[in-house]
Antibody, heavy 122, light 111 residues
Framework: EVQLVESGGGLVQPGGSLRLSCEAS????????MTWVRQAPGKGLAWVAK????????HYVDSVKGRFTISRDNAKNSLYLQMNSLRAEDTALYYC???????????????WGQGTLVTVSS | QLVLTQSPSASASLGASVNLTCTLS???????IAWHQQQPEKGPRYLMK???????SKGDGIPDRFSGSSSGAERYLTISSLQSEDGADYYC?????????FGGGTKLTVL
Protein backbone atom coordinates (compact mmCIF):
# COMPACT_ATOMS: atom_id res chain seq x y z
CA GLU A 1 0.00 0.00 0.00
CA VAL A 2 1.35 3.40 -0.99
CA GLN A 3 1.73 5.70 1.99
CA LEU A 4 3.04 9.26 2.27
CA VAL A 5 3.41 10.73 5.75
CA GLU A 6 4.32 14.40 6.18
CA SER A 7 5.84 15.90 9.31
CA GLY A 8 7.70 18.97 10.48
CA GLY A 9 4.95 21.56 10.42
CA GLY A 10 4.38 24.01 13.24
CA LEU A 11 4.17 27.62 14.32
CA VAL A 12 6.99 29.87 13.14
CA GLN A 13 7.53 33.61 13.19
CA PRO A 14 7.70 35.66 9.99
CA GLY A 15 11.20 35.46 8.58
CA GLY A 16 11.81 32.10 10.21
CA SER A 17 12.59 28.69 8.76
CA LEU A 18 11.06 25.26 8.82
CA ARG A 19 11.91 21.92 7.23
CA LEU A 20 9.12 19.60 6.18
CA SER A 21 9.61 15.87 5.64
CA CYS A 22 7.60 13.29 3.75
CA GLU A 23 8.29 9.63 4.39
CA ALA A 24 7.23 7.29 1.60
CA SER A 25 6.46 3.58 1.70
CA UNK A 26 4.77 0.93 -0.40
CA UNK A 27 6.51 1.81 -3.67
CA UNK A 28 9.98 2.29 -5.15
CA UNK A 29 10.50 5.90 -4.08
CA UNK A 30 13.60 6.43 -6.19
CA UNK A 31 11.63 5.78 -9.40
CA UNK A 32 9.21 8.68 -9.07
CA UNK A 33 9.04 12.43 -9.42
CA MET A 34 7.67 13.91 -6.20
CA THR A 35 5.86 17.15 -5.52
CA TRP A 36 4.73 19.50 -2.74
CA VAL A 37 1.30 21.12 -2.85
CA ARG A 38 -0.16 23.50 -0.25
CA GLN A 39 -3.61 24.62 0.78
CA ALA A 40 -4.14 27.85 2.67
CA PRO A 41 -6.98 27.79 5.23
CA GLY A 42 -10.31 27.70 3.42
CA LYS A 43 -8.64 27.92 0.01
CA GLY A 44 -7.87 25.60 -2.87
CA LEU A 45 -4.84 23.52 -3.77
CA ALA A 46 -1.71 25.30 -4.99
CA TRP A 47 1.39 23.68 -6.42
CA VAL A 48 4.66 24.56 -4.68
CA ALA A 49 7.54 22.50 -6.09
CA LYS A 50 8.51 19.25 -7.74
CA UNK A 51 11.65 17.29 -8.43
CA UNK A 52 12.74 14.32 -10.47
CA UNK A 53 14.03 10.97 -9.36
CA UNK A 54 17.70 11.84 -8.82
CA UNK A 55 17.24 15.48 -7.84
CA UNK A 56 18.79 16.89 -10.99
CA UNK A 57 15.57 18.73 -11.92
CA UNK A 58 13.80 21.00 -9.46
CA HIS A 59 10.97 23.39 -10.26
CA TYR A 60 9.16 25.93 -8.11
CA VAL A 61 6.20 28.26 -8.25
CA ASP A 62 7.42 31.84 -8.60
CA SER A 63 6.24 32.91 -5.14
CA VAL A 64 8.65 30.54 -3.36
CA LYS A 65 11.68 30.72 -5.65
CA GLY A 66 14.79 31.65 -3.70
CA ARG A 67 13.11 30.89 -0.36
CA PHE A 68 12.11 27.21 -0.56
CA THR A 69 14.26 24.23 -1.52
CA ILE A 70 12.95 20.80 -2.41
CA SER A 71 15.23 17.82 -1.87
CA ARG A 72 15.12 14.08 -1.37
CA ASP A 73 17.06 11.19 0.13
CA ASN A 74 16.29 8.06 -1.84
CA ALA A 75 18.13 5.88 0.67
CA LYS A 76 15.69 7.06 3.33
CA ASN A 77 12.62 7.12 1.05
CA SER A 78 12.11 10.72 2.06
CA LEU A 79 11.21 14.03 0.44
CA TYR A 80 11.94 17.37 2.06
CA LEU A 81 10.96 21.02 1.77
CA GLN A 82 13.28 23.55 3.36
CA MET A 83 11.35 26.77 3.84
CA ASN A 84 13.24 29.98 4.65
CA SER A 85 12.18 33.63 4.98
CA LEU A 86 8.66 32.50 5.76
CA ARG A 87 5.78 34.91 5.30
CA ALA A 88 2.24 35.00 6.64
CA GLU A 89 0.98 34.02 3.18
CA ASP A 90 2.92 30.74 3.42
CA THR A 91 0.51 29.60 6.13
CA ALA A 92 -1.06 26.42 4.78
CA LEU A 93 -1.46 22.69 5.01
CA TYR A 94 1.43 21.21 3.04
CA TYR A 95 0.93 17.94 1.17
CA CYS A 96 3.46 15.76 -0.53
CA UNK A 97 2.32 13.75 -3.51
CA UNK A 98 3.72 11.15 -5.85
CA UNK A 99 3.81 11.93 -9.55
CA UNK A 100 2.57 9.01 -11.62
CA UNK A 101 5.10 7.39 -13.93
CA UNK A 102 2.96 4.75 -15.62
CA UNK A 103 1.45 5.31 -19.04
CA UNK A 104 -2.12 5.35 -17.78
CA UNK A 105 -1.74 8.32 -15.44
CA UNK A 106 1.61 9.77 -16.52
CA UNK A 107 2.51 13.04 -14.79
CA UNK A 108 -0.64 13.28 -12.65
CA UNK A 109 -0.31 13.37 -8.87
CA UNK A 110 -1.65 9.90 -8.09
CA UNK A 111 -1.09 9.48 -4.34
CA TRP A 112 -1.25 12.11 -1.62
CA GLY A 113 -0.31 12.35 2.02
CA GLN A 114 -2.52 13.79 4.77
CA GLY A 115 -0.59 17.00 5.12
CA THR A 116 1.31 18.94 7.77
CA LEU A 117 0.22 22.39 8.94
CA VAL A 118 2.55 25.37 8.77
CA THR A 119 1.47 28.55 10.54
CA VAL A 120 3.51 31.72 10.08
CA SER A 121 2.57 34.26 12.71
CA SER A 122 4.09 36.49 15.33
CA GLN B 1 -0.41 31.63 -18.89
CA LEU B 2 -2.21 28.35 -18.36
CA VAL B 3 -5.28 28.72 -16.16
CA LEU B 4 -7.88 26.13 -15.19
CA THR B 5 -11.36 27.49 -14.48
CA GLN B 6 -13.93 25.69 -12.35
CA SER B 7 -17.32 26.79 -11.06
CA PRO B 8 -17.10 27.40 -7.29
CA SER B 9 -20.12 25.28 -6.45
CA ALA B 10 -22.53 22.65 -7.73
CA SER B 11 -25.37 20.68 -6.24
CA ALA B 12 -27.43 17.65 -7.14
CA SER B 13 -29.81 15.26 -5.45
CA LEU B 14 -29.00 11.91 -3.92
CA GLY B 15 -29.11 9.26 -6.65
CA ALA B 16 -28.91 11.79 -9.49
CA SER B 17 -25.99 12.59 -11.80
CA VAL B 18 -23.84 15.71 -11.95
CA ASN B 19 -21.29 17.08 -14.40
CA LEU B 20 -18.40 19.17 -13.15
CA THR B 21 -16.45 21.24 -15.66
CA CYS B 22 -12.82 22.32 -15.87
CA THR B 23 -11.96 24.76 -18.66
CA LEU B 24 -8.44 25.17 -20.01
CA SER B 25 -7.39 28.71 -20.92
CA UNK B 26 -7.08 29.83 -24.52
CA UNK B 27 -4.29 28.14 -26.44
CA UNK B 28 -4.06 25.22 -24.05
CA UNK B 29 -6.92 23.02 -25.20
CA UNK B 30 -4.68 20.00 -25.88
CA UNK B 31 -3.60 19.51 -22.28
CA UNK B 32 -4.57 16.41 -20.35
CA ILE B 33 -5.80 16.96 -16.81
CA ALA B 34 -6.32 15.02 -13.61
CA TRP B 35 -9.35 15.13 -11.33
CA HIS B 36 -8.93 14.95 -7.56
CA GLN B 37 -11.51 14.66 -4.78
CA GLN B 38 -11.06 16.18 -1.35
CA GLN B 39 -13.58 15.17 1.28
CA PRO B 40 -13.96 17.40 4.34
CA GLU B 41 -10.93 17.36 6.63
CA LYS B 42 -9.08 14.87 4.42
CA GLY B 43 -6.19 14.93 2.00
CA PRO B 44 -6.90 14.91 -1.74
CA ARG B 45 -7.56 11.66 -3.55
CA TYR B 46 -6.66 11.08 -7.17
CA LEU B 47 -9.70 10.15 -9.26
CA MET B 48 -8.51 9.96 -12.85
CA LYS B 49 -6.36 11.30 -15.63
CA UNK B 50 -8.43 12.66 -18.50
CA UNK B 51 -6.97 13.04 -21.97
CA UNK B 52 -7.90 15.40 -24.80
CA UNK B 53 -9.77 12.67 -26.65
CA UNK B 54 -11.87 11.85 -23.58
CA UNK B 55 -10.06 8.65 -22.71
CA UNK B 56 -9.42 8.37 -19.02
CA SER B 57 -7.68 6.16 -16.51
CA LYS B 58 -8.99 5.97 -12.98
CA GLY B 59 -7.10 5.52 -9.77
CA ASP B 60 -7.22 2.41 -7.63
CA GLY B 61 -10.63 1.74 -6.14
CA ILE B 62 -12.46 4.58 -7.88
CA PRO B 63 -16.05 3.44 -8.49
CA ASP B 64 -17.53 3.08 -11.96
CA ARG B 65 -19.90 5.93 -11.05
CA PHE B 66 -17.05 8.32 -11.79
CA SER B 67 -16.24 9.00 -15.44
CA GLY B 68 -14.64 11.68 -17.56
CA SER B 69 -15.03 13.22 -20.98
CA SER B 70 -13.57 16.06 -23.06
CA SER B 71 -14.77 18.56 -25.62
CA GLY B 72 -12.35 21.17 -26.95
CA ALA B 73 -10.95 23.03 -23.96
CA GLU B 74 -13.54 21.58 -21.61
CA ARG B 75 -12.84 18.63 -19.34
CA TYR B 76 -15.74 17.00 -17.53
CA LEU B 77 -16.14 14.84 -14.48
CA THR B 78 -19.45 12.99 -14.34
CA ILE B 79 -20.63 11.39 -11.14
CA SER B 80 -23.70 9.20 -11.45
CA SER B 81 -25.92 7.66 -8.78
CA LEU B 82 -24.76 10.31 -6.32
CA GLN B 83 -24.11 9.17 -2.79
CA SER B 84 -23.78 11.29 0.32
CA GLU B 85 -20.04 10.66 0.50
CA ASP B 86 -19.60 12.30 -2.92
CA GLY B 87 -20.18 15.65 -1.24
CA ALA B 88 -16.65 17.07 -1.46
CA ASP B 89 -14.39 19.53 -3.21
CA TYR B 90 -13.23 18.53 -6.67
CA TYR B 91 -10.08 19.92 -8.25
CA CYS B 92 -8.68 19.65 -11.74
CA UNK B 93 -4.93 19.76 -12.31
CA UNK B 94 -2.64 20.01 -15.30
CA UNK B 95 1.09 20.20 -15.72
CA UNK B 96 4.12 20.80 -17.86
CA UNK B 97 7.76 19.83 -17.50
CA UNK B 98 8.47 22.64 -15.06
CA UNK B 99 5.12 23.50 -13.53
CA UNK B 100 1.83 22.22 -12.25
CA UNK B 101 -1.41 24.12 -11.81
CA PHE B 102 -4.75 23.50 -10.13
CA GLY B 103 -8.18 24.86 -10.81
CA GLY B 104 -9.93 26.75 -8.03
CA GLY B 105 -12.07 23.75 -7.14
CA THR B 106 -15.79 23.01 -7.16
CA LYS B 107 -17.65 22.34 -3.94
CA LEU B 108 -20.26 19.66 -4.62
CA THR B 109 -23.28 19.49 -2.34
CA VAL B 110 -25.41 16.36 -2.40
CA LEU B 111 -28.99 17.30 -1.53
Amino acid sequence: EVQLVESGGGLVQPGGSLRLSCEASGFTFSSYWMTWVRQAPGKGLAWVAKMNQDGSQKHYVDSVKGRFTISRDNAKNSLYLQMNSLRAEDTALYYCARVCSSTSCYAADDFWGQGTLVTVSS
Amino acid sequence: QLVLTQSPSASASLGASVNLTCTLSSGHSTYAIAWHQQQPEKGPRYLMKLNTDGSHSKGDGIPDRFSGSSSGAERYLTISSLQSEDGADYYCQTWGTDFSVFGGGTKLTVL
